[in-house]
């Protein structure tokens, strides 16, 4: 993991005593509203439905035990004794008091964390590959290139003040598993035809009210130009970006008016003059090894024992045998696996997890996991590298937290936004929908056979829950004083993102998980056999058999 | 007919203007206003109240009267009211209990 360095800590301390200055003036009343909003949003404090929210970044979603202890602590001490991962790989607490805030960020410092620009028109927390490090099918980590972007772009004076919020999200592997093409900046790190490492560099993605898919602007940028062509695409989106309407300001809408070729041009134009006129932002290797060294992979012991001892347990424990068909993840090393941790327990609530389990999760790994945790994208913890020697003692203690559900990738692996029961922003529930999916789906057998299958649920149309590119998606809204949900089909973000398609008139709380059982069924029913999942069976089918199936006397009627 | 809403600076806790110009936690205490003087006098005390450093966020929501009770005619301001609806144990209706919350 990266650790700070002294300028690190002095950088972080510093703003935590600006922050702690500005929230006693603003308590004592020396500065108003409209002066301290700005202040704190730039130190990640919303203010939401119920109380100020206070959103922490986990940097390319990579914890340690001790800071996943610290985020349990918080919430203990300080919030209501849990706290809600997010889609952004960070961590929101939902209930403390402004006049906290400061103490938190304090001890938040003390284990090399904070919540500097998880909010704001700046570039926020890069995200990665929860896998990082650890999977078979990773070309490289693409954690050090998420920390020289996280460096380069913390406070830059530059890019502080962008047209919108900016999203960079970074995979090494070729299996996308963070969502690249929905970001505003997509890498796909990559050799070239030499083995010489670099990305694939994709523009313009994002969802909101206006989903696109990122377009591929560079087919291979060498890695040395990482922060040059970053910084040329960053000046054209902030040179041209539209500030007059922020519906319109995201750097997705730029590349739609001007022309994926035009807006190409630009930034090649850009590129080569910030080259010619200083190597200044030119990456020298031996910085780039640096960084690598602080997410060297731990030594991983030979444990060729764990092969026979798991296929003993997964014969006499049929829980576990569930678990290890959903929750591993191949590691690159024969004799590891990579564990998800669900997060999405039936009937639970998408993301949040306890003080205690967080305390528990540390533990695990600290005895199992070589002290490291991931925050995945899908709102789950990961224990990235665990012997398979080792696996029954996790599983086991993961049953005792009640953290065992083996539902990864599953129907009831549900993303959801916290929707209105908590935002400010919200039209509809989103958490409540998610409960109630889980639950009708809850039985294991059934879950298994309806197979991979992802439902993503936003409580407004900025789409937090990511339900653009869910499978399934659902879109809650508020129509006449009541909730009302949309569903889209087809969505997906992986190597072949796609936006979902709306499939027709929404439906109400009360009918929306019938209407996703529906679905589920007209699936079960036109598959052209087990191994054809609901998205390639969805691409296959078409809108119509669903259609038919939701709305049946209504499309024959129309 | 309108209640006047807002979030206590110090905690961010969601509260109600009352009718004694104080800001009650709860919305069983919220004065309501029935026409658009009263509208105007609470307006300026929420404005007063904002100057004054002691809550944010100041909003009028609008209501209906159920068995005397002002109750929000939007989900969102029923569920400040008492809490997040998948969390009883939480918000205001873990200590009023959810019906009197809301």
Known sequence: MYRYDEFDHAFVAERVAQFRDQAERRLAGELTEDQFKPLRLMNGVYLQLHAYMLRIAIPYGTLSSKQMRMLAHI??????????????????????????????????ASVEMHAIQTSGNCIRNV?????AGAAADEFADPRPYAEILRQWSSVHPEFSYLPRKFKIAVTGAEHDRAAIQTHDIGLHVKKDGNGKLGFAVYVGGGQGRTPMV???????????????YTTAIMRVYNLHG??????KARIKILVHETGTEELTRQVEAEFAALKLSSEELKLPAADIRAIE?????????????????????????AGFDAWLRRNIHEHRHP???????????????????TDAQMDAVADLAEQFAFDEIRVSHEQNLILPHVARADLKAVYDALVAIGLHTPNAGLVTDIIACPGLDYCALANARSISVAQEISTRFGDQRRQEEIGDLKIKISGCINACGHHHVGHIGILGVEKKGTELYQITLGGSADENTSVGQIVGRGFTAEEITDA??????????????????????????????????????????? | MKILTANRLVDGEAVWLAADHSWAETIAHADVAANPDAEARMEAIGAQSLAANLVVDVNFV????????????????RIRAAGPTNRRDLGKQAWLGAESAA
């Open chain 1, 75 to 108: 919430a203990r001490t300080y919030d209501k004794g849990y706290g809600h991962f997010t889609t952004r790989q960070n961590l929101q607490f939902n209930w403390p008091a402004l006049k906290d805030i400061p103490a938190i960020l304090e001890e938040l």
């Open chain 1, 127 to 131: 995200t990665a590959d929860h896998f």
């Open chain 1, 214 to 228: 990122a377009k591929l602007i560079r087919d291979f940028l060498p890695e040395e130009d990482l922060l040059t």
């Open chain 1, 335 to 353: 004799d590891y696996a990579s564990v998800t941790i669900s997060l999405k327990g039936i009937g639970e609530v998408p993301g949040d997890a």
């Open chain 2, 62 to 77: 609008d209501v209906e009267l159920v068995d005397g009770r002002a109750v929000p005619i939007r989900l969102r301001e």
């Open chain 1, 516 to 558: 996703i059982e529906t679905v589920v069924d007209t699936y079960l029913a036109n598959r052209a056999d087990k191994s054809e999942d609901f998205l390639v069976a969805y691409r296959r089918l078409g809108a119509a058999p669903f259609k038919e199936a939701l709305y049946g006397r209504e499309v024959r009627a129309a």
């Open chain 1, 293 to 317: 060294r602080y997410f060297a992979p731990p030594a991983l012991a030979e444990r060729a024992d764990g092969w026979a001892a798991v296929a003993a347990e997964r014969k006499a424990n």
């Open chain 1, 242 to 247: 539209r500030r007059d309407n922020k519906y």
